[in-house]
């Protein structure tokens, strides 16, 4: 399954699958905990791949706040970098929706400050932290779109859901964020 729309010469791209297989894009992002360790999730899938060579990197970063990210190598993953984000618990960590929002934005500033031209996101914050998937959805991709004009190294986004159920939820918001 994949959903996609270019504008301005940036591919935003929904996709089902797996992060940690991206092989075509050059850094994932880590829906990371505070400490930066394997966890569940996403974080517990690049963690099983990348370790323990990467929890060596990410000591060092340790720990990091709702909203921060940083940027490691990705070792035994098929991608250069991994973007490392704490999304905010929902109901928490507050105002949710511009930690979210300032999560993805980092994301993005970090990429566009190390020249990296293609980036793919899980859904942040909507497992074990319980946001709600369509308004992680409906933060996440109407970054993304505002994002745009300013994103001129950074020209592949791509969102990756695990499931059925995610993917739908943010095709329906696709659609009504980009017609």
């Given at each position: ?20 297989a ?16 394997t ?10 791949k990348g ?26 993953l ?14 928490v ?36 932290f ?7 959805a409906?933060?996440?991709l ?10 001129n ?27």
């Amino acid at each position: 399954m994949e959903t996609q729309i270019t504008i301005q010469g940036t591919s935003i791209e929904l996709r089902k699958g797996d992060i940690t297989a991206q092989k075509d894009m050059q850094a994932i992002v880590n829906a990371a905990n505070a400490k930066l360790i394997t966890g569940g999730g996403v974080a517990g899938a690049i963690h099983k791949k990348g370790d323990p060579e990467l929890s060596q990197e990410t000591r060092k970063f340790a720990p990091i706040k709702p909203g921060e990210a940083v940027l490691t190598s990705a070792p035994n993953l098929p991608n250069s970098y991994i973007i490392h984000c704490l999304g905010p618990v929902y109901g928490v960590d507050e105002p949710s929706d511009k930690l979210l929002e300032r999560c993805y934005s980092h994301a993005l500033k970090i990429a566009t400050e190390n020249r990296i031209e293609s980036v793919a996101f899980p859904a942040i914050s909507t497992g074990a932290f319980g946001y709600p998937t369509e308004e992680a959805a409906e933060i996440a991709l109407s970054l993304f779109k505002q994002s745009v004009p300013s994103l001129n190294l950074v020209k592949r986004i791509r969102m990756v859901l695990w499931n059925d159920h995610d993917y739908n939820i943010h095709s329906t918001v696709f659609k009504k964020i980009f017609g």
